[in-house]
Nanobody
Framework: QVQLVESGGGLVQAGGSLRLSCAAS????????MGWFRQAPGKEREFVAA????????RYSDSVKGRFTISRDNAKNTVYLQLNSLKPEDTAVYYC?????????????WGQGTQVTVSS
């Protein structure tokens, strides 16, 4: 089991930037995939980005491609999500998640979330 703790959320104006962090402790294997998801009020949780610990291959949703960047620091067991050119529609609770199966679509552990609010 891996424990995930997100940080870095906050209030920012449209066009601004934030960097979210996800610190992982416990079980972490090189084959694992780490993902970021978000859930806006009244909407379903949606995939944002993912990265594999080993090799660093990444995936992004179309809505954030070119604006958000996911990265990882293997030595610190930490995954980052750099949010640039933020829009009001990016407002949501952002969750970090871990996939033990190496799949980009199935996740097994979740963090508590961090709020990102973008004002217009």
């Amino acid at each position: 089991q891996v424990q995930l703790v997100e940080s870095g959320g906050g209030l920012v104006q449209a066009g601004g930037s934030l960097r979210l962090s996800c610190a992982a402790s416990g079980r972490t294997y090189s084959s694992d995939v780490m993902g970021w998801f978000r859930q806006a009020p009244g909407k379903e949780r949606e995939f944002v980005a993912a990265i594999r610990w080993s090799g660093g291959s990444t995936r992004y949703s179309d809505s954030v491609k070119g604006r958000f960047t996911i990265s990882r620091d293997n030595a610190k067991n930490t995954v980052y999500l750099q949010l640039n050119s933020l829009k009001p529609e990016d407002t949501a609770v952002y969750y970090c998640a871990a996939s033990y199966s190496g799949s980009y679509s199935t996740y097994h552990s979740w963090g508590q979330g961090t709020q990102v609010t973008v004002s217009s």
